[in-house]
Nanobody
Framework: QVQLVESGGGLVQAGGSLRLSCAAS????????MGWFRQAPGKEREFVAS????????YYTDSVNGRFTISRDNAKNTLYLQMNSLKSEDSAVYYC?????????????????WGQGTQVTVSS
């Protein structure tokens, strides 16, 4: 069992930056692949970024590639999402998720545990 708690969301102007964190409980954090998803009002939850168990491999959706960076600190049981050059279309609730698989995945069904989400609002 893994419990996930996101933090770091807020209101930021377009072009600004935010850093999201996801604190995980349990001693097996390093055995999970992790991901970030987001959901805007009236839209389905969509994949943003994923990272494998060791942090050596990452993958991003095209719309954030080059602007967002996913990383993890297994010693601190924490996942991060550094978001730069934010746009209004990045506004959403951001969720972190853990997958029992060790490789990154873009599929929602691959993730077994989810956090409650943190709101990111980008004003234009």
């Amino acid at each position: 069992q893994v419990q996930l708690v996101e933090s770091g969301g807020g209101l930021v102007q377009a072009g600004g930056s935010l850093r999201l964190s996801c604190a995980a409980s349990g001693r097996t954090f390093s055995s999970y692949a992790m991901g970030w998803f987001r959901q805007a009002p009236g839209k389905e939850r969509e994949f943003v970024a994923s990272i494998n168990w060791s942090g050596s491999s990452t993958y991003y959706t095209d719309s954030v590639n080059g602007r967002f960076t996913i990383s993890r600190d297994n010693a601190k049981n924490t996942l991060y999402l550094q978001m730069n050059s934010l746009k209004s279309e990045d506004s959403a609730v951001y969720y972190c998720a853990a997958s029992r698989g060790t490789s990154w995945s873009t599929l929602r069904l691959a993730y077994n545990y989810w956090g409650q989400g943190t709101q990111v609002t980008v004003s234009s």
